[in-house]
Every structure is written in structure tokens, then in C-alpha cells.
């Protein structure tokens, strides 16, 4: 039986050719999403477990081997005169930015690059509203890693007047215009004095979507195999009618 399937199939040249271009492709895409979700369960677990544990010294930030989600507990002071704006961040549906300043760290004597949170900007025409605290402050911050390259259609101008609108942030840039030694990461404040709205979330996609599109990748190729089984054992039975000859009858 299996002999005789495999003498009937016969799916041509240029069909073949199309599932050995296209089924590693969505084979390949589908694992990728499978370890993206694993990826992001493992975000989403460190970060409960960092929420969990007590915020470290600002004295010990510049040791950490992996700093990404870590409480640090700092005391200082915001830096009023050099705030960044980040443009184009939503919440909720709604038009706004992210306000962040340097902050000098009196324990570590170090400066660090603090996000206070969210503030609307519905209209354009004026400047965000914001206030800077001027006396010190105890504050928690957890450290932001970026999970790659920030992706920009075009840089920001530099020598911008201050605040400085941004679309992206770049400390390292920062503290060398500014002529500081300063922290290599973003800071996110937890709930306290200086904030404003916060409620970051951990990853821009849930793993479950990440599984969802790794389904659909495979369904494709699935179904790319179907039909090219399909097709081979079709065609092959379709060949006799397709011939072009007639028949002829004797008179």
C-alpha cells in the first residue's frame, strides 16, 4: 500500500522547491516565538523575585553582576536644571511623556538617571508640567535594562535647550555632555515622594502571545505540508484526463 502511494505521488518540481524554501522558515519562526515566551517567563519571574527581597544600598549598584529589576535604595537629590522629556509614551489610551532627571546620590556620590513616571501632554502648544523637589529625598528605584537596542527612525538633535524633548534615552551621552560620572542604566522609581504615575509594565508582550503566534506558525507549516501531499497525489490522478487526446469512434 505505502509502495503504491509512493509511486502515485508525484508533486513536481517547482512545488518542492516552494516547501523547502518555505516550511524551515515557519518551522524556525515558530521555535523562535517558543523561546521569546521562555524569555519573557524569565523576565517576569526575576522581577517578582526582586519585588520580593529588601532594595539594596546605592553603595553597592555599581557591583551588581546582573542589575536588571534591582530595588536600590537611594538618598539625594534631583538635578532641576537638565530634565528629559520622553516623547510618545501612552497610558491607558492617552496622550503623554515621561519625566527624567538626574539625581545625585549623596551615600554612593554618584549621579543616576531617574524616571518619575508618566504625566499627560494633550496639548503641544505648551510645555509638560512638572515640579522638581528641592530638598533630599529618600527614594526606591529599580534598575531598567532595555532588552535591546532602542530602535529610532532618526537621533535626537543634540544641544537641545532644556527640558529636552527625547524619543530615546542614552545616559552614557547624557553624562558626557553634562561632564559627570554617572550610572549606565535608567532608574524607575517605586511609589514614594517625587513620583508621578508609574505602573510600568515588565514585558511590552505576555508570554502566552509569544505561544500563540509560535501555534500559528506551525499551523502554516502544517498546512503548507497538507497541501503539498495533497497536490502530489492529485495531480498524478488528474494527468490521464489532462492528456489532450480524443477518442474515436468507428462509423
Do not use: C
Not at 505521488?9 to 518542492?16: A, H, I, Q, S, V
Not at 519585588?51 to 537629590?77: E, K
Amino acid at each position: 500500500m505505502q509502495a503504491s502511494i509512493a509511486r502515485r505521488f508525484r508533486p513536481g518540481l517547482l512545488p518542492t522547491l516552494v516547501v523547502l524554501a518555505l516550511l524551515p522558515v515557519l518551522v524556525s519562526l515558530g521555535f523562535w516565538q517558543l523561546g521569546r515566551a521562555e524569555e519573557k517567563r524569565q523576565l517576569l519571574a526575576l522581577d517578582a523575585q526582586h519585588r520580593m527581597a529588601q532594595p539594596i544600598p546605592s553603595t553597592q549598584l555599581d557591583g551588581l553582576q546582573a542589575p536588571a529589576f534591582r530595588r536600590i535604595r537611594l538618598h539625594g537629590q534631583f538635578d532641576p536644571d537638565h530634565s528629559l522629556i520622553l516623547d510618545n509614551r501612552q497610558r491607558e489610551g492617552h496622550v503623554g511623556v515621561e519625566l527624567v532627571q538626574p539625581f545625585r546620590d549623596q551615600a554612593s556620590g554618584q549621579w543616576l538617571l531617574v524616571n518619575r513616571g508618566w504625566l499627560p501632554w494633550q496639548d503641544r502648544r505648551t510645555p509638560p508640567h512638572f515640579d522638581t523637589p528641592g530638598q533630599a529625598l529618600d527614594l526606591v528605584a529599580w534598575v531598567y535594562v532595555p532588552p535591546g537596542a532602542t530602535y529610532q527612525l532618526s537621533a535626537d538633535p543634540a544641544g537641545q535647550p532644556w527640558p529636552r524633548l527625547v524619543t530615546a534615552l542614552d545616559p552614557g551621552a547624557l553624562w558626557g555632555e553634562l561632564g559627570r560620572q554617572g550610572y549606565g542604566h535608567e532608574l524607575r522609581l517605586d511609589p514614594g515622594p517625587a513620583a508621578y504615575q508609574l505602573g510600568w509594565p515588565v514585558v511590552s508582550m505576555g508570554p502566552e502571545k509569544h505561544v500563540g503566534y509560535a501555534v500559528q506558525w506551525f499551523a502554516m507549516s502544517l498546512t503548507l505540508v497538507g497541501l503539498y501531499l495533497y497536490l502530489g497525489l492529485h495531480d498524478k490522478k488528474e494527468k490521464p484526463h489532462g492528456s489532450g487526446h480524443e477518442s474515436t469512434r468507428p462509423v
